[in-house]
C-alpha cells in the first residue's frame, strides 16, 4: 500500500542557543492509509515538533531546513500559509492535549465545529447544522442537541475532546494528527476515547498519527510504532514487533521502565500501625451569604485507613476523587472538619497550629510538580537545611547534613550551591525529597511525586523512593492516578471515588481480585493492561546505572 | 549579576542612567561648588543666564544664584524622591502581603482602606495633610509616602495571589515555618520585581508632588528645592521665564531618568516580556 504522507529526511533547526543545534535530524516516516502510527519519545525528543513541521505550525524561530513532507504527492514545505490554510482541517486533521485551551470559550461547540463548514465549504447554514448533529452523534457524545448548544466550560474534559475529535474529522480528512490526546484526560476517560479513536479510524479509513509519551497506550492503540530519542527517529516497526522484542537499546530502557501492572510479591510489614486515619472528612464551601447560594463540596466523606510501619499506602483514583485533599489533610496543610489522624498515639488534626508546627519533624510531603515546589530564590543545598534549620538546628551542621542527603538521594553533593533552574525535572524531585528527609521523618506523604516526569526518571525516582524505604524503614503513603506505579510501589492500596474509599486491600489483592464496581472498571481502563512489558535485564541494567545511561535523562 | 547585564544592554536604561549619575553627582559636589548658601543673596535680581560670568544660570527675583539652588535642590528633591518612595512601598508590601498571603477578611479590610486612598485624588489628600502638619520639610516628604502606598500594596497583593498556591510556599508550610517567615522570606523574594520597577514610578511621582506643593508656595521655604525655585518664578513668568523653565527643566530630565531605568529594570527582571 503506498504511503498518504511521507516524510523525507526531515531536519529541523533549532534557534541558537537552544540545548542542541536541530530539534529533527533526519526524520524519514511513512504513514499510510488506514493504520495508527504512533510516535513514542520523551519531552524533547522532538515529536511534537514532527506534527509541528507537517502542520506548518512550528514556533517561532525553528525552521525546517532540509527534507520533503509529501501529502499524496504535494511538499507541504513548500507550500506558503493560505495554501497550509487550505490542507489544515480539510486534508489533515488536528487533536491537541488539552481541549479546554483549544476550543474557544466564548462560542459554542456546534458554532465551532460549524466554522469549519463555513471555512472550506459552501453548504448552507440548514445542512451544516445537520452535519454537525451527525459529527456529535458519531463521537457518541451523550445528548447532541445539548452539546452542540453548549459552551466549552459545559462540558466534562472527555466530552470536549470528543467535540475536538468531532471537529478534527468534519471534513473527513485523510489524515488525522492527534497530539498527546489523552493525556490530559483520566484513565477511564482516557480509555473511552481511545476507543473512540480506534473506531472512528476504522470506519473511515483515517490514518492517524498519534503522538504519545505512554506505553501503555501505544500497546493499546497502534499499528505501527515510531520511537525518536532528541531528534533521532531511533526504532521503527510494526507495534507488536517493537513492544515485545525491541531492537535498540533507547527503545529497550524506554520499555523496561514502564512499570508492569502484575504487583511484585508483597515485603513484609509490621504489625504496628504508624498512621491511623479515622472517620476523616473535608468539605468545601464556596459563595454567597444566603445558605441557597452556597455550593458544598465533599472532598472527603469518612475516610479510614490505616499505614503499617515500614509499609507503603497507595491511595489511587481519578481527579476530583479527593486524595490529594486527603494526603492535606495528613500534614495539616488543610484542617478536616471531622475525624482523627494519628501518627503514633498523636493526633495530628487536633494540634493547635503551633503543635502542627513541631509535630512536622514527624510527618513530611514530597509535591508533585518539581518545577513549583522548589523556591527559586533559594541554593537547593539552603532549601534542603532550611527544614532542620527551622527545627533548632545550627546553620553548618544543616548544610553539612544537607550535603549528606544529596548524596543519599543519588545527587553531586557538590551541587548544593547551585539553584533549583540549574536542575532538570527529575533531580528537583530528588531535592524536593531530600529536603523532606532532613527531618528524618516517620511517615512521608508522596502526592503523585513521579507523575510529571519522563517514564525513564521515573522509574528511576520510583527505584530511588523503594531503595530508602528498605534502608531508613520509612512508612509511606503514596498518591498516584497511575495504577503501574501502584502496583509496583505499594504494599496497600486504597481506591478512592468522590471523596469516599470505595475499597482497600493487599495490593495483589487488589489487582488480581477487585470487589468494587469501580476499581474493576479503573483496571479494566489501564491503557496496554494485555500487554506486559519484556523486561530485558541489560536494559534494566542500563537503566540502574543512570549516569552511565544517559545524564541528561537525569 | 545576570539583570545587571541585562540593564546594561537597552540603551534607554543608559541613557536614563547617564542622566540620574549626573543628578547624583550635582548632589554630591553642591557643597564643593557652591559653598555659599544657596538662600542667600547673591547679587542684582533677575539677571538672565549666560550674562553674567558669576551667575551662569542668572538670578532669581530675589537675587539669587540659580545654578546654586538647582544643585543644592538636587539634594532635596533625590532625598524626597527617595524617602518618600521608601515609605510608600514599604507600606504597600506590608499591607499586600498580608491582604495577598491571608485573602478572606483581612484581605477585605486591606483592600477597602486601599481603596478608600486610591479613590481620593491623592494630590488633594497631601494638600490636606500638609495644610493640617504643616510644611516642614520632613512632613512634606513623609505625607509624600502616604499618598503613594496604594498602587504598591495592590501590585504586591496580586503578586502573592498567584505566589501563595505554589508548591513551595506549602513546603515552606509542611516543614514548620512561621507566617512570618514564610511572607516576608520565602515570597517577598519572589514578589519583589514588579514593585521594585513601580518603584520608580513612584519615585518620579514624588518629585513632581513636591514641586507641585512648592509651585503653590506649600513646601517648606526653607530649603533649596527646585519647586521653590519655580514658585519663585510664578510671578515673573512671562518676562523672566527662564527662572521657572530652569527648574522644570531639571525636574523633566530627572523624572525622565527615573522612568528610562525603571523601564530598563522592567526588561532586565521580566526578559520574557520583552522578546514578545
Known amino acids: 500500500m503506498s504511503a498518504i504522507l511521507t516524510i523525507d529526511s526531515l531536519t529541523v533547526a533549532l534557534p541558537p542557543g537552544a540545548d542542541r543545534p536541530r530539534a529533527l535530524e533526519n526524520v524519514s516516516l511513512e504513514l499510510h492509509p488506514n493504520e495508527i502510527l504512533c510516535v513514542v519519545g520523551e519531552s524533547g525528543s522532538g515529536k511534537s515538533m514532527t506534527a ?89 457524545i451523550p445528548d447532541p442537541e445539548a452539546a452542540r448548544r453548549a459552551y466549552p466550560h459545559e462540558l466534562s474534559g472527555g466530552q470536549r475532546q470528543r467535540a475536538m475529535i468531532a471537529m478534527a474529522l468534519a471534513l473527513e480528512p485523510r489524515v488525522l494528527i492527534a497530539d498527546e490526546p489523552t493525556t490530559a484526560l483520566d484513565v477511564t476517560t482516557q480509555a473511552q476515547i481511545l476507543k473512540l479513536i480506534r473506531e472512528l479510524q476504522q470506519r473511515k479509513g483515517t490514518a492517524v498519527l498519534f503522538i504519545t509519551h505512554d506505553f501503555g497506550v501505544v500497546a493499546e492503540i497502534a499499528d505501527r510504532v515510531a520511537v525518536m530519542q532528541k531528534g533521532l527517529l531511533v526504532e521503527e516497526g510494526p507495534a507488536i514487533d517493537v513492544l515485545n522484542d525491541p531492537q535498540h537499546p533507547y527503545t529497550r530502557a524506554l520499555i523496561a521502565a514502564v512499570p508492569p501492572l502484575v504487583p511484585p510479591p508483597p515485603q513484609m510489614t509490621g504489625s504496628e500501625i504508624i498512621l491511623r486515619i479515622e472517620h476523616v472528612s473535608k ?28 509499609g507503603t499506602l497507595g491511595i489511587v483514583g481519578e481527579s476530583g476523587s479527593g486524595k490529594s485533599t486527603l494526603a492535606r489533610c495528613m500534614v495539616r496543610l488543610l484542617d478536616p472538619d471531622q475525624g482523627s489522624i494519628r501518627l503514633g498515639d498523636t493526633d495530628l488534626a487536633s494540634l493547635s497550629r503551633k503543635e502542627m508546627r513541631a509535630a512536622t519533624r514527624r510527618i513530611q510531603m514530597v509535591y508533585q510538580d518539581p518545577f513549583a515546589s522548589l523556591n527559586p530564590r533559594r541554593k537547593a ?105 501502584a502496583a509496583q510501589i505499594c504494599d496497600r492500596i486504597a481506591v478512592m471515588k468522590d471523596g469516599e474509599v470505595v475499597e482497600e486491600g493487599l495490593t495483589a489483592e487488589v489487582f488480581t481480585a477487585p470487589r468494587h464496581p469501580y476499581t474493576k472498571a479503573l483496571l479494566a481502563s489501564v491503557p496496554g493492561r494485555d500487554w506486559t512489558p519484556p523486561v530485558s535485564p541489560d536494559a534494566v541494567l542500563a537503566l540502574a546505572d543512570t549516569r552511565e545511561f544517559a545524564p541528561q535523562l537525569l | 549579576m545576570e539583570t545587571v547585564a541585562r540593564l546594561a544592554k537597552s540603551p534607554a536604561a543608559i541613557v536614563g542612567l547617564l542622566l540620574l549619575f549626573l543628578v547624583v553627582a550635582m548632589a554630591l559636589t553642591a557643597p564643593l561648588v557652591f559653598p555659599r548658601d544657596p538662600l542667600g543673596l547673591a547679587g542684582r535680581p533677575l539677571q538672565w543666564p549666560f550674562v553674567n560670568s558669576r551667575f551662569w544660570l542668572g538670578t532669581d527675583t530675589t537675587g539669587r544664584d540659580i545654578a546654586a539652588q538647582i544643585f543644592h535642590g538636587a539634594r532635596i528633591s533625590l532625598l524626597i524622591g527617595i524617602v518618600a518612595t521608601l515609605l510608600a512601598i514599604t507600606i504597600g508590601i506590608v499591607l499586600g502581603a498580608l491582604a495577598g498571603y491571608y485573602g478572606g477578611l483581612v484581605d477585605d479590610v486591606l ?21 493640617v502638619f504643616g510644611s516642614d520639610i520632613k512632613t512634606v516628604t513623609i505625607a509624600i509616602g502616604l499618598v503613594s502606598w496604594p498602587a504598591s500594596a495592590r501590585l504586591t497583593r496580586a503578586e502573592f495571589l498567584t505566589l501563595r498556591s505554589r508548591e513551595f510556599v506549602q513546603a515552606s508550610r509542611t516543614l514548620g515555618m512561621r507566617d ?14 514588579p514593585v521594585i520597577v513601580y518603584a520608580s514610578v513612584i519615585m518620579a511621582t514624588a518629585i513632581l508632588l513636591e514641586s507641585a506643593l512648592a509651585f503653590l508656595n506649600l513646601s517648606d521655604p526653607n530649603v533649596p528645592s527646585w519647586g521653590n525655585l519655580i514658585g519663585t518664578g510664578r510671578s515673573v513668568l512671562r518676562t523672566q521665564w527662564y527662572v521657572s523653565a530652569i527648574p522644570g527643566i531639571v525636574i523633566l530630565l530627572t523624572v525622565l531618568a527615573v522612568s528610562l531605568v525603571g523601564q530598563g529594570l522592567n526588561d532586565a527582571l521580566n526578559p520574557r516580556l520583552k522578546r514578545r
Open chain 2, 180 to 193: 512570618v517567615q514564610i511572607i516576608f522570606r520565602e515570597i517577598l523574594p519572589n514578589a519583589l520585581p
Open chain 1, 381 to 485: 543545598g539552603e532549601l534542603v537545611a532550611q527544614g532542620p534549620i527551622i527545627h533548632g538546628e545550627t546553620r553548618e551542621r544543616a548544610l553539612a547534613r544537607a550535603k549528606e542527603l544529596f548524596a543519599l538521594v543519588g545527587l553531586d553533593p557538590d551541587s548544593t550551591e547551585r539553584y533549583p533552574h540549574e536542575f532538570s525535572g527529575g533531580q528537583r524531585q530528588r531535592i524536593g525529597l531530600a529536603r523532606a528527609l532532613a527531618l528524618g521523618p516517620e511517615v512521608l506523604v508522596a502526592d503523585e511525586p513521579v507523575s510529571a516526569l519522563d517514564v525513564s526518571v521515573q522509574a528511576q525516582v520510583l527505584r530511588l523512593l523503594a531503595d530508602l524505604r528498605k534502608r531508613l524503614g520509612l512508612s509511606m503513603v503514596f498518591i498516584t492516578h497511575d495504577l503501574r506505579v
Open chain 2, 111 to 131: 483592600m477597602r482602606i486601599t481603596e478608600a486612598f486610591q479613590t481620593l485624588p491623592n494630590f488633594l489628600l497631601l494638600l490636606v495633610l500638609v495644610a
Open chain 1, 52 to 140: 509541528g513541521a507537517i502542520l506548518g505550525l512550528l514556533p517561532d524561530g525553528v525552521q525546517a531546513i532540509a527534507g520533503k513532507i509529501l501529502l499524496e504527492g504535494q511538499d507541504l514545505l513548500t507550500l506558503d500559509d493560505a495554501q497550509m490554510q487550505q490542507i489544515r482541517g480539510a486534508r489533515i486533521g488536528m487533536i491537541f492535549q488539552e481541549p479546554m485551551t483549544a476550543l474557544n470559550p466564548l462560542r459554542t461547540i456546534g458554532d465551532q465545529i460549524g466554522e469549519m463548514f463555513e471555512t472550506h465549504t459552501t453548504l448552507r447554514s440548514s445542512e451544516i447544522r445537520a452535519r454537525v448533529l451527525d459529527l456529535l452523534r458519531d463521537v457518541h
Open chain 1, 283 to 310: 468539605t468545601y464551601r464556596k459563595g454567597g451569604l444566603l445558605a441557597r447560594h452556597r455550593r458544598v463540596t465533599h472532598a472527603v466523606k469518612d475516610a479510614n485507613l490505616v499505614l503499617p510501619r515500614g
